[in-house]
């Protein structure tokens, strides 16, 4: 696999981009609210029919999930045990399960731990995928470890006021994702692996100092663009 040379600083964009995304966020986030985060819906992310039910991250109208699971289908995963974090509808871990990865996924809201469910069984992955509550790394005992984690976090730095709120706002100053960064060594195994995907809607170069201060190897694989927001797919690797 090829990857982009590895950036010790976080790619930056301009103020007038800056200006844009925030009006059109502005503008798209009541119409999103009204057609797709009210209601349970059906939808279709590569091969996986989905359900996403009310307050549950959507994966194929935000674009981050698909980037993150469409990288992670290019992984060789054959019994390699991974963990799904914040996994929402599922999407992400059922990827890797179709890759022939035994996935644990987590995520603090119920509706989306119901959801993520539904999706496993009406998809036929039950043998290779469990689904549990838990904010972090909470419901897990000291040991358990995984080769790879991967999460799609919460890009906001400010509080939360719902569940439905927490897959988007990753609290004062991130706190949520410097948790993670805190907590997360001592998870992977030998050689293991956190593969994340950054947003320029961040302070990017404020996250990657989380894991800096952690002793990690890091590397951005990839980056892409969407509408008026670029996306970042990091590698941290354990020393």
């Given at each position: 696999?090829?990857?982009?040379?590895?950036?010790?600083?976080?790619?930056?964009?301009?103020?007038?981009?800056?200006?844009?995304?925030?009006?059109?966020?502005?503008?798209?986030?009541?119409?999103?609210?009204?057609?797709?985060?009210?209601?349970?819906?059906?939808?279709?992310?590569?091969?996986?029919?989905?359900?996403?039910?009310?307050?549950?991250?959507?994966?194929?109208?935000?674009?981050?999930?698909?980037?993150?699971?469409?990288?992670?289908?290019?992984?060789?995963?054959?019994?390699?045990?991974?963990?799904?974090?914040?996994t929402g509808s599922g999407v992400i871990g059922l990827y890797a399960a179709s890759r022939g990865a035994y996935v644990t996924a987590v995520d603090l809201n119920p509706a989306a731990v119901q959801c993520a469910k539904e999706n496993v069984l009406n998809l036929g992955f039950e043998s290779r995928m469990t689904v549990l509550l838990s904010d972090l790394f909470d419901?897990?005992?000291?040991?358990?470890?995984?080769?790879?984690?991967?999460?799609?976090?919460?890009?906001?730095?400010?509080?939360?006021?719902?569940?439905?709120?927490?897959?988007?706002?990753?609290?004062?100053?991130?706190?949520?994702?410097?948790?993670?960064?805190?907590?997360?060594?001592?998870?992977?195994?030998?050689?293991?692996?956190?593969?994340?995907?950054?947003?320029?809607?961040?302070?990017?170069?404020?996250?990657?100092?989380?894991?800096?201060?952690?002793?990690?190897?890091?590397?951005?694989?990839?980056?892409?663009?969407?509408?008026?927001?670029?996306?970042?797919?990091?590698?941290?690797?354990?020393?």
């Amino acid at each position: 696999m090829v990857e982009n040379k590895q950036r010790m600083d976080a790619p930056t964009i301009g103020p007038a981009r800056k200006m844009l995304r925030a009006a059109l966020t502005f503008l798209a986030v009541p119409i999103i609210k009204a057609t797709v985060l009210e209601r349970t819906v059906r939808t279709h992310v590569d091969d996986f029919q989905l359900i996403v039910h009310p307050g549950v991250f959507h994966p194929r109208f935000f674009f981050s999930s698909m980037l993150l699971g469409r990288y992670v289908s290019t992984l060789q995963l054959h019994s390699i045990k991974v963990l799904d974090m914040g996994t929402g509808s599922g999407v992400i871990g059922l990827y890797a399960a179709s890759r022939g990865a035994y996935v644990t996924a987590v995520d603090l809201n119920p509706a989306a731990v119901q959801c993520a469910k539904e999706n496993v069984l009406n998809l036929g992955f039950e043998s290779r995928m469990t689904v549990l509550l838990s904010d972090l790394f909470d419901v897990f005992p000291e040991g358990d470890e995984w080769q790879y984690i991967f999460w799609n976090p919460p890009f906001y730095p400010r509080p939360w006021r719902s569940m439905a709120e927490a897959a988007w706002n990753a609290g004062e100053n991130y706190e949520v994702i410097r948790r993670f960064a805190r907590d997360v060594r001592s998870r992977l195994s030998v050689g293991g692996e956190i593969f994340l995907v950054l947003s320029s809607e961040m302070d990017i170069q404020r996250i990657l100092d989380f894991f800096s201060e952690t002793e990690f190897i890091r590397g951005n694989l990839l980056s892409k663009s969407a509408l008026w927001e670029t996306f970042h797919i990091y590698r941290f690797t354990k020393r």
